[in-house]
C-alpha cells in the first residue's frame, strides 16, 4: 500500500531519530503501524507527543501471540487531533516476563488502560502507580485473555476448525 | 482470600474522617460498581472507585464468534444507545472487508444514529436535573426517549438491546410505520426540549448547583484521555464524526458544540446543544432521503450480506452464502483495521485483528466510559458530596460499557 505523504513524513522523522528501533513498518487502511521496542518504548511515546504532537493516546491494549519468542504484543494508539492522523505502535515482550514500562509518565490517562492490560494478559507495567486487578476479581489467579485459556470446553469436537477445512 | 483493594480501614478513635460507599443515586451503584469515599464533614478526602461487577468477557467471547454473531455483544456495552455501538461494528467490518455503502444506507444509518444519540443524552441530562432535585424534567423530556424506542422497535423489533443492522446494511427496509414516527418525533420533540432547557437552563437553583462544579481544564481532560460531550465541555471541538467523517457524516451540516470551564453546567448545554444539532441531522437526511432510490437497504455484497430466509430456502447461491456466513467462513482480509465512532459518551473503537480464521483473532472495544471514569476519584477530592453525586451523573457512566 502507498504511503500518504504526512504517514511519510512521520516515518522519516521517527527513523531520523530512533534508526533500528523502529521497525515492521506497515500502513493498514491508512493507519501507520510500527514495532519498536521496550527499552525505548517510553522514549518513543514522549517524543510522539512532544515533537509529532500525538497529544491523545486513544487505547492501551494487548494482544497474545503464543508460541512466539516474543508471544505478547502490547499495543498503542495514539491520534494527533490537530492535524487528524492516528498511529498505531507495537511492543513485543516475552510471555515469560512480560513486562513493560508504563506510559502513565506520559499520559495519566494510561492508568486504567494498563489495569486493564495487566487484567486481561498479565502484563506487568514497571512504574505503574496502582496496578491491580480492575475487571476481574483479585484472587482469579490467571490472566484470562491468554490464548491458553479456553472459552469453552475443550473437549468439544464439533467446533475444531479443521472441520472446516482450515 | 486475598483482598488487595485498599479499604479504609481507620480504626484511630480521635480520627474524624468518615468513610461512606457512596449511593444509590446512580441506577448502577446498587451493586455494578462502587465508590469508597473517605470523608471529612461533607468534603471528600480521597475515593477509590472498583468496577468488574458485570465484566462479561465480551471480548474473550468474541474470539469465538463468527462476525455477524459479535453485534448482539456490543448492543450491552453502552445499552443507552446500542444502535451506535451495532453501527460501529458493522462499519469496522466493512472497513476490513472494503465494503462501501449505498448512500441510502448511510443516511438510515446516521438516522438511527442520531436517535440514539438524543436518547443516551436525555438520560444523562434529564438525570442531572433529577439530582439537582428537579424531577420535573425529567419525567417531561423521558417519554421522548420512549418514543425513540418505539421508532427503533419499528426498525428493528427490539427496544434495548437492539441488535440492529446486518453487515453490509439493515436487515429489512424501514417502513411507512417507521418513517411517520420519525416525522411525528421531529415535530414534537423540539417543542418538549425548548420546554426543557426553559425549566432548567435558566434556572437559579440549577445554576448555582452545577456552574463552577467539577471544573476541568483541556489540558486535564486530554492527558485523561476524556473525549465526547465531556471533552466538548471542555472547549476541544474533538468529534470523530467530523475529525474522521463514517457513514457519510461530510454530507450533513451540523455544528459541533464546545463549552470553555468543562464544568457541570457546560457539560450540560453541550449535550442538549447536541440534541439539538442531531435533531438538524436527522431532518437533512430524511430531506436527503427523498432523493434516494427507494428500497436500497444494503449493499450489493451477496457474500457478505445475510441473505433473507426466504432466498435461503429456494436459491442455492443464497443458501450458499448464508451457510458461509453463518459458519464464519467469509473470505475476510487477514489484517488489522481499528475504526472509531462517536458514541452517546465519546469515541467508540473497535480493534480488529482478523487472521483468517471463522473469528477474530482479536478484538479491543475501547470504551470510552471506562476511560472518562478513571479520573472520577482523583477530581472528587476536595468536593463536596453533593457536587460529587451531579458530577457522577453528569459523566454518565454506563455500566456496560464501564466493565465489557
Known amino acids: ?166 | 482470600m486475598n483482598h488487595n483493594h485498599p479499604v479504609f480501614t481507620d480504626n484511630d478513635p480521635q480520627s474524624e474522617l468518615v468513610t461512606l460507599n457512596l449511593g444509590p443515586t446512580h441506577p448502577a451503584t446498587h451493586g455494578v460498581f462502587q465508590n469508597v469515599l473517605q470523608l471529612d464533614g461533607e468534603r471528600i478526602v480521597s475515593g477509590v472507585s472498583t468496577i468488574g461487577y458485570i465484566h462479561r468477557a465480551f471480548e474473550k467471547i468474541a474470539e469465538h464468534r463468527p462476525f455477524y454473531q459479535i453485534t448482539p455483544l456490543t448492543d450491552r456495552l453502552n445499552y443507552c444507545s446500542s444502535p451506535i455501538n451495532n453501527m460501529g461494528w458493522h462499519m469496522t467490518v466493512e472497513k476490513l472487508l472494503n465494503i462501501k455503502m449505498p448512500k441510502r444506507v448511510d443516511y438510515l444509518r446516521v438516522i438511527v444514529m442520531e436517535l440514539s444519540r438524543i436518547a443516551d443524552h436525555i438520560i444523562c441530562n434529564t438525570i442531572i436535573g433529577q439530582d439537582t432535585g428537579a424531577t420535573t424534567t425529567f419525567l417531561y423530556l423521558f417519554q421522548f426517549r420512549e418514543h425513540i424506542y418505539e421508532i427503533f422497535e419499528e426498525v428493528c423489533g427490539a427496544r434495548l438491546t437492539t441488535n440492529i443492522g446486518r453487515i453490509g446494511g439493515f436487515e429489512r427496509d424501514f417502513n411507512d410505520i417507521a418513517f411517520a414516527k420519525i416525522n411525528k418525533f421531529l415535530k414534537e420533540f423540539p417543542a418538549a426540549l425548548k420546554e426543557f432547557e426553559n425549566l432548567l437552563t435558566r434556572n437559579r437553583i440549577f445554576i448555582d448547583r452545577t456552574a463552577g462544579v467539577a471544573e476541568v481544564t483541556k489540558e486535564t481532560a486530554l492527558e485523561y484521555s476524556w473525549t465526547g460531550p465531556l471533552l466538548r465541555a471542555t472547549g476541544v471541538d474533538y468529534d470523530v464524526r467530523v475529525s474522521d467523517p463514517y457513514s457519510s457524516y461530510q454530507d450533513f451540516d451540523f455544528e459541533v458544540p464546545v463549552g470553555t470551564s468543562g464544568d457541570i453546567y457546560d457539560r450540560y448545554l453541550v449535550r442538549n446543544e447536541e440534541m439539538w444539532q442531531s435533531v438538524r441531522i436527522i431532518e437533512q437526511a430524511m430531506e436527503k432521503l427523498k432523493s434516494e432510490e427507494k428500497g436500497i437497504f444494503h449493499a450489493d455484497v451477496p457474500e457478505f450480506y445475510l441473505p433473507p430466509k426466504q432466498e435461503v430456502y429456494n436459491n442455492m447461491e443464497a443458501l450458499i452464502y448464508h451457510f458461509k456466513i453463518v459458519m464464519g467462513e467469509i473470505d475476510a482480509p487477514k489484517a488489522e483495521v481499528y475504526h472509531a465512532v462517536e458514541g452517546g459518551n465519546g469515541e467508540l473503537g473497535f480493534y480488529l485483528i482478523n487472521d483468517g480464521g471463522r473469528t477474530p483473532y482479536r478484538l479491543h472495544f475501547r470504551r470510552p466510559s471506562f476511560i472518562n471514569y478513571q479520573m472520577f476519584a482523583p477530581m472528587s477530592e476536595g468536593m463536596l458530596l453533593s457536587d460529587a453525586i451531579i458530577n457522577m451523573s453528569s459523566m454518565n457512566i454506563i455500566a456496560g460499557e464501564l466493565d465489557a
Do not use: C
Open chain 1, 1 to 166: 500500500m502507498e504511503e500518504t505523504t504526512l504517514n511519510n513524513d512521520i516515518h522519516v522523522k521517527l527513523t531520523e531519530r530512533f534508526g533500528e528501533k523502529v521497525t515492521a513498518v506497515s500502513e493498514p487502511y491508512g493507519l501507520l503501524t510500527f514495532v519498536t521496542y521496550k527499552d525505548v518504548i517510553i522514549n518513543v511515546l514522549s517524543y510522539l507527543k512532544e515533537e509529532l504532537k500525538f497529544n491523545f493516546l486513544t487505547d492501551i491494549t494487548a494482544v497474545h501471540y503464543p508460541g512466539k519468542d516474543h508471544g505478547i504484543a502490547v499495543v498503542y494508539h495514539l491520534h494527533n487531533m490537530v492535524e487528524k492522523v492516528r498511529i498505531r505502535v507495537k511492543v513485543f515482550i516475552s510471555e515469560q516476563n512480560p513486562t513493560i514500562p508504563t506510559a502513565t509518565t506520559v499520559w495519566k490517562g494510561a492508568n486504567w488502560m494498563e489495569r486493564e492490560t495487566y487484567d486481561l494478559f498479565g502484563v506487568k507495567f514497571e512504574g505503574h502507580p496502582d496496578l491491580r486487578r480492575i475487571l476481574n476479581m483479585d484472587d482469579l489467579g490467571v490472566h484470562p485473555m491468554l490464548k491458553q485459556y479456553p472459552l469453552e470446553d475443550p473437549n468439544r469436537v464439533d467446533k475444531k476448525d479443521e472441520f472446516f477445512g482450515r
